[in-house]
């Protein structure tokens, strides 16, 4: 022990060998204290020590110079001598199909998987990109007859290792274990929830059966038809296989669980199926499949659109009906409502036109917003042919060169203003057919103001208008008024 304190200020290379023997001596294992002081001594402790740890660093060295020795630690291979619950042979080859070892469980082909889909939500419906996502945990189980399984393991039983006769295991086991490459028909985006790290997990079964579990979101695309917007009902197949085995090398089935419960509010009513038998069978250029999955259905919601869309344009037509009983003479406020309820209904139907989706033809809701402004611009229209038959084309009292000299006199050469000008009436005497006309004219003003001083209602009529022509022009809008709404009904 002396020897170990000592300090040589001459040689401190020396002093340093001190040290170290004199530091591992605190940590020398209980095995060698447990033989007594005087069997060994600390030099010979430090040298046992410092062998030991020669050995072990030697050894991870060669591990590590040796990529198989380091798989055969770290890929769940069987070992000799060594507790288990379940490995993998030595012989394990990752790139072969589990169904060429089919004699080892005696099964014949074709081979099945077992897909297990928790679908927590339909999360988004896009009618622009006809396509569907969906919030789920996604599970594949196979059986791989190559396990090794140690049946009188207690991790089988114990809960904190899994439910009865399973086995938790990492997401990263699956580095060196066969699993299955699969396909979802008509996949869009596949992605993986994360939280701290991804949401996986292994389970190994005591059958020999493995189940790998994720979250997932994924988006697929669906074939919609929009030709009933907003009164369609569209079906959605989400559909799952093998991405190069046909049917006749491997099959599927399928089961799911689905909690309405847990649904967000959508613009849709959701009812989830199981797949029916035509969409279990996919015949593609390469082969036939065999895939699983489920069938979504959903029903657009229609309240918004009635109180949105329907109401207002079916008020807006009735409101344009209302312009039959107004008086036609009445043309600022007339042609102003009628012109008022196009704009708006044109304006209806470009916004109705950004959010609907494309479709093959017109679909339901444009129809009936075609029809809408086709009444109304009906409704103008045979108010336009009133007005027509209204106008009068009235002969002036005077012409226009008489005009402007009735307001500027001409003077004589002498300077003296002329006599102003006579009526064109006064000439206009000699003429029998112009003084026929005037006096009807005149008779016509007399009739109306007896009417007006007797106190009659009298409809006054259209100057220049005959009396054929204006019961015409009532009896337009009282036609127009019964045939626009059965029009609009049928």
């Known amino acids: 022990m002396k020897l170990c304190l000592t300090f040589d200020a001459a040689k401190p290379s020396k002093t340093l060998i001190y040290l170290l023997c004199f530091l591992p001596m605190q940590t020398i294992p209980n095995r060698m204290h447990n033989q007594g002081p005087s069997t060994i001594s600390p030099v010979d402790a430090d040298a046992n020590l410092v062998r030991d740890r020669f050995q072990r660093s030697s050894t991870m060295s060669s591990v590590e110079s040796d990529p198989l020795q380091m798989m055969s630690l770290d890929t769940n291979r069987c070992k000799p001598n060594a507790s288990f619950i379940w490995c993998l042979p030595q012989d394990y080859n990752q790139e072969k199909h589990p169904f060429t070892y089919f004699h080892l469980v005696n099964k014949s082909l074709p081979w099945d998987y077992a897909f297990r889909f928790v679908i927590e939500e339909i999360s988004n419906i896009n009618d622009k ?119 006749e090398t491997v099959t599927c089935n399928s089961h799911f669980i689905y909690d309405l419960d847990r649904q967000r509010s959508l613009q ?159 000439r206009e005497n000699n003429n029998p057919q112009v003084n026929e006309e005037d006096a009807v004219y005149k008779a016509k003003l007399d009739l109306l103001d007896v009417g007006h001083t007797d106190g009659t209602e009298e409809k006054m009529p259209e100057v220049g208008l005959s009396f054929r022509k204006q019961a015409l022009v009532e009896n337009i809008d009282a036609w127009a008024m019964w045939i626009s709404p059965p029009i609009f009904v049928f």
């Open 129 to 247: 990109s006809q396509t569907m996502s969906i919030s789920m945990y996604f599970a594949v189980s196979w059986l791989e007859p190559r396990l090794k399984i140690n049946e009188s393991a207690t991790e089988w039983t114990e809960d904190r290792t899994g439910p009865l006769n399973q086995v938790n295991e990492s997401p990263e086991s699956l580095k060196y274990i066969w699993y299955p490459e699969l396909e979802i028909y008509g996949l869009d985006t596949f992605g993986r929830q994360r939280v701290l790290k991804e949401m996986s997990g292994v389970r190994i079964i005591k059958n020999k059966t493995i189940t790998y579990e994720l979250g997932v979101r994924i988006t697929i695309s669906c074939r919609m038809n929009f030709d009933n917007y907003p009164l369609d009902a569209q079906t959605c197949q989400f559909q799952v296989g093998s991405y190069y085995d046909t049917h």
């Open 268 to 426: 849709h009513f959701i009812q989830i199926e199981g797949l029916p038998a035509k969409y279990k069978v996919l015949k593609l250029p390469s082969g036939t499949y065999a895939a699983c999955g489920i069938q979504v259905r959903f029903q657009r919601k229609q309240m918004q659109f009635i109180v949105q869309v329907y109401l207002p344009s079916f008020m807006f037509v009735i409101v344009s009906w209302v312009s039959f009983l107004i008086n036609p003479h009445v043309v600022p406020g007339r042609m102003g409502l009628l012109v008022t309820l196009f704009l708006v209904l044109i304006n209806i139907f470009n916004s109705v036109r950004e959010q609907a989706p494309i479709s093959s033809r017109l679909n339901a809701i444009d129809l009936y917003l075609v029809v809408c402004i086709f009444l109304v611009f009906g409704a103008l229209m045979e108010y336009a042919v009133i007005l027509f038959m209204l106008k009068k084309r009235r002969k002036p009292f005077r012409t226009i060169d008489q005009g402007l000299k009735h307001l500027f006199p001409s003077k004589t050469s002498n300077g003296e203003a002329s006599q102003p000008l006579r009526s064109p009436s006064h």
